[in-house]
């Protein structure tokens, strides 16, 4: 197999278009990172953490798996959020999922995959605990948008439950969560509604968020 001259060129002119914009950019980003912004989002290709939301890299702290999920034993997932709380100091956590998830629509389907039928069953108690509202959506599609949507508050709700955030906020430590979709076919990013920024916020918010599924 030979290299990628193609991506190397692109590259090249990628940071060659970078520096003719600002020539100390790349000289001030290897001196530190600041970013104000750690994404939990999923693996899909067609979801980029910088560009949809029309960030530069050092902007933005990133972590993605498949189906964007935050569990308490997963600790690649609790090691960059340790990372961007305590170390890099990040304002906000934003965990973001998009509609048409692959990884949501196998989780709701009762098919063995192999290997990653272990991460979908964190997606499969999702789709567990909120069956009684799922149900009683006729349509296909509008019930795999509505987990999508479940999966990112009940991630999000998670990343609220992490000793890692909980120690943040009982120091006094400003930062807020955030639970977004994403809609590949136009674009666009929706809040879901699910902002905490304390200890004392989480079970409201998380009951708002849901609305009547629990």
Known sequence: MHGLPDLIQKNKSWA???NAEDPSFFSELAKKQIPEYLWIGCSDSRVPANQIVGLLPGEVF???NIANVVVHTDFNCLSVI???VAVLKVKHIIVCGHYGCGGVKAASQNR???LIDNWLRHIRDVR???EAVLKDIEDENE???RLCELNVVEQAHNVCHTTVVQQAWEKGQELAVH???YKIQDGLI???GLTITGLDEIAEAYRVAVGNDV
């Open 16 to 18: 060659e278009n970078l």
């Open 128 to 130: 567990n605990k909120h």
């Open 143 to 145: 019930r795999h948008d």
């Open 179 to 181: 639970s977004w979709i």
């Open 112 to 114: 063995h995959l192999g």
């Open 82 to 84: 340790e990372f961007a």
């Open 62 to 64: 990133v972590h993605r």
């Open 190 to 192: 929706r809040d879901l």
